[in-house]
C-alpha cells in the first residue's frame, strides 16, 4: 500500500497525497496517531511519486491551514519542492486567489461546502514547471442547474442511507421533523443542541435521569444553522456530522462525565477567553448561563456563572468541590483534556466519574438509548426536533453575555488568579520605583545637607 494514489485521466497522469498538520493532530488528542513531521511526510512521498510513478502532476491534500499568507500549508510549500498544487483545509480560510509559494498554488475554498473550487494547472514541455490559471470559487446555492446523472446518483445515495442506516431510527433522508418560523444563528442552534441533549438523556435514563448541569456543544462540531422552513433528518445530521463512535457507525456519540464547580468556571473561562484566540472552543449549550466582561484579564474574564434547577429558573452559584454532570458528544469531552495547553496552564479541567475519579477513557462513559445502541449528537437533536411543532430561536444572551465595562470595579472584582498575579506584579512594580524614587530622594538630601555643612565651615 502506497502513501498516495495515482489518477489517470485522458493521458493526464495525477498523483496525489495527504498530510496532517500539527494543529489538526492536537485537535483530536485521542485519536491514537503518531504524527510523523509533515515536511518530512512530504519530501519522502514526493520523492517516492517522482521516482515510481512518472507523474504529470503532484498535488496535496492538506488538513494543516494557512491564513492570512502565512500557517503550516504556507510553510510545506516553501520547504518541499515538486508539489503543483496544494488544495488547504483545516482552517476553513477562503481564499479568493491562490496563494503562491515557491511555485506552489495554495488554494481553499472555505468551510461547510459554501464554494465548490476550480483551477486548471498546465505544464511547460520545455522545463517541465507547473502554473495556474482560470483558479475560480462557484458558490453552491440556487444559482447552479442541477446535473440529472449528479441528481439520480444522488437519491441512490440516499435511498442507500435510509435503508442501510437511518431506518434503524425510524427516520428517513428528506423527513421533515419540524419547520423553523426563522433562521438560528450559530449561538441559537447551540442552545436548541444543548436543550436536545439534556432531553435525549432524560428520556433515556427516565427514573434513574441524573440531572444534566450543562449540556455543552462547542462551536468546532456545529457545523451549520437550522435554517427557516422545514427541518429535515438530513439537516439535523448536517449539523452534527461530525466522527463516529466506538461502535463504528457515523456520528459522535453523547457521552456524560462530571465536573467540580471551579471546573465549571474555568470551563466559562475557554469560552470568554480561549475563543479569541480558538474560535472552535467558542461554547454554546444549555442548563447554565454565564456573563463575562471582555476587557478584563485574559482567563479572567467570568464575572458571574450559574446553573438552571432544569426547569428554566436559575438554581444559583457553582460549588467549587461539587460535582455537576456535563453532557457533550465524544469529541467535545475527550479535548477537555486539551484546555490546559491550550491556555498555557493557567486553566485545568478534569473530567470525572460520578465517584469522583478522573477519567481516562471517554468510550467508557458513552451514553446508550433504549435499544443499547450509542446515543448519537445527531439522533439526539433530530428526536428532539421531531416532537416540536415548531420551533423558535432562543436568544443567545439567556445562556452567555458579554457585559462591555472599563469600569475598574467591574475590571477588578471578582478577582481570580490570573488578575491578582498581575495585580500583585503591578504593585510589587509600584514598590521598587517608589523604594527607588525614596533612594534618589534621600541620596540628594543627604548631598545638600552635606554642601550646606561644608558652606558654613
Partial sequence: MTPYTVVETDGVRVAVFGVMGVDSDECAPMSGMTLEPMVD??????????????????????????????????????????????????????????????NTPIVSCGPYTQNLGSITLTKLVTDGQSAYQDYKLIPIDGS?????????????????????????????????????????????????????????VREVEGADYDPIAFAVAPGGVIRGAIAAGNVTTSQAFDILSLGSGADGSPGY??????????????????????????????????????????????????????????????????????????????YSGQMLAAVKEKS??????????KDGNPITDFEQHIIHDSWGRELKAWQ???????????????????????????????????????????????ALVVLVVVLIIRKVVRKRRGRSRYQAYKGKK
Fill in 41 to 102: 511526510a512530504a519530501r519522502r512521498v514526493v520523492a517516492e511519486i517522482k521516482a515510481k510513478e512518472a507523474p504529470d502532476f503532484i498535488l496535496c491534500l492538506s488538513h494543516s491551514g494557512t491564513e492570512n499568507g502565512k500557517g503550516e500549508d504556507y510553510e510545506l510549500a516553501k520547504a518541499v519542492d515538486g508539489i503543483d498544487l496544494i488544495v488547504s483545509g483545516h482552517t476553513h480560510t477562503t481564499l479568493a486567489e491562490p496563494i503562491v509559494v515557491n
Fill in 144 to 200: 447552479i442547474t442541477p446535473d440529472p446523472d449528479m441528481t439520480t446518483l444522488a437519491e441512490q445515495f440516499k435511498q442507500k442511507v435510509d435503508s442501510s442506516y437511518l431506518s434503524d431510527y425510524n427516520m428517513s433522508y428528506d423527513g421533515v421533523l419540524t419547520s423553523a418560523e426563522s433562521d438560528f444563528t450559530i449561538p441559537e442552534t447551540g442552545i436548541l443542541i444543548g436543550e436536545a441533549y439534556i432531553e435525549a
Fill in 253 to 330: 456519540p453523547l457521552v456524560s462525565v462530571y465536573l467540580t464547580g471551579k471546573d465549571m468556571k474555568n470551563v466559562f473561562e475557554v469560552d470568554a477567553s480561549i475563543s479569541a484566540v480558538m474560535p472552535a472552543a467558542t461554547l454554546y449549550g444549555a442548563g447554565s448561563w454565564w456573563h463575562y466582561n471582555p476587557n478584563r484579564m485574559f482567563l479572567d474574564k467570568v464575572t458571574e456563572c450559574q446553573v438552571f434547577d432544569g426547569y428554566g429558573a436559575t438554581a444559583g452559584p457553582f460549588a467549587d468541590k461539587k460535582l455537576y454532570r456535563v453532557v457533550a458528544d465524544l
Fill in 344 to 353: 498555557f496552564g493557567l486553566l485545568s479541567i478534569t473530567p470525572r466519574d
Fill in 380 to 426: 439526539a437533536l433530530a428526536t428532539y426536533l421531531g416532537k416540536q411543532e415548531t420551533i423558535r430561536p432562543t436568544p443567545a444572551e439567556t445562556v452567555k453575555r458579554a457585559i462591555h465595562s472599563w469600569n475598574p470595579i467591574s475590571l477588578l472584582i471578582p478577582m481570580g488568579a490570573p488578575t491578582a498575579v498581575v495585580v500583585i506584579l503591578l
